[in-house]
């Protein structure tokens, strides 16, 4: 049987593989392909692996792969960035979305097959750290004027805090929504703007990633089980 028979193609979860253990990212990925659509690897995962180690396991697991870089620098370097990771064929690749049109733009002509996401404002931010920044706006504002900007620059899809969701889909229908910040309780450890799952949907997000509820859980497949469960 073909282990991409095994996954749930509808589901909205990403899982956040939070290791940098290939065995356990295996056992992982194997666990809860019956619950989960995609699988993030983060910046973190590539330093330590390389594009070579994810292009493996993209062709023996059969995964769609979200590809976390958080690109942003200048747009020829971007360009150049996104043109590195094409063998890999990302289903998705994140930038920053401040780092302006040209920028996203040259990720995206470079990826015309991925769906280029845009960072809005991270979910470890609050208001109050914007405002210790200097930054004068306000954090939903800021959302809202940083996705109109990873629209025009090509993007199709935006990362944002559950709490900006609704928001974010009204001013732009036509882009998809990425939350992290997805907790099954209250309780947000480093994410300071978190919902549950079924909240997140309800405020309209597409897509959630959620890591340690699942990856940390004492059965991830079972975790993973409960939390689609919890969306119906």
């Not at 405002?131 to 935006?158: C, F, I, P, Q, Y």
């Amino acid at each position: 049987m073909r282990l991409a028979s095994l996954m749930n193609v509808d589901s909205p979860i990403i899982l956040a593989v939070d290791t940098t253990d290939l065995a356990k990212a295996r056992s992982l990925i194997e666990a809860t392909r019956p619950y989960i659509g995609i699988y993030k690897f983060g910046l973190e995962f590539y330093l330590r692996h390389g594009l070579s180690t994810l292009r493996e396991i993209k062709r023996e697991m059969d995964l769609k792969i979200f590809l976390d870089l958080k690109l942003h620098d200048i747009p020829n370097t971007v360009g150049k960035a996104a043109a590195a990771v094409a063998e890999l064929d990302p289903f998705i690749l994140t930038v920053h979305a401040s780092g302006g049109v040209e920028m996203i733009r040259a990720a995206t002509e470079n990826l015309p097959g991925t769906m280029v996401a845009a960072v809005t404002v991270l979910t470890s931010l609050d208001q109050g750290a914007l405002d210790s920044m200097g930054v004068n706006s306000r954090l939903t504002d800021l959302a809202l004027s940083l996705s109109r900007t990873a629209l025009e620059g090509g993007a199709r899809a935006l990362v944002a805090s559950p709490h900006e969701v609704e928001v974010l889909k009204r001013g732009l229908p036509t882009m998809k929504i990425i939350t992290p910040g997805i907790r099954i309780e209250s309780a947000g450890d480093d994410q300071r703007r978190v919902m549950t799952p079924k909240e997140a949907l309800i405020a309209g997000s597409d897509y959630l990633v959620i890591g340690r509820p699942i990856t940390a859980a004492p059965f991830p497949a079972e975790a993973a089980d409960s939390i689609i469960r919890s969306l119906g």
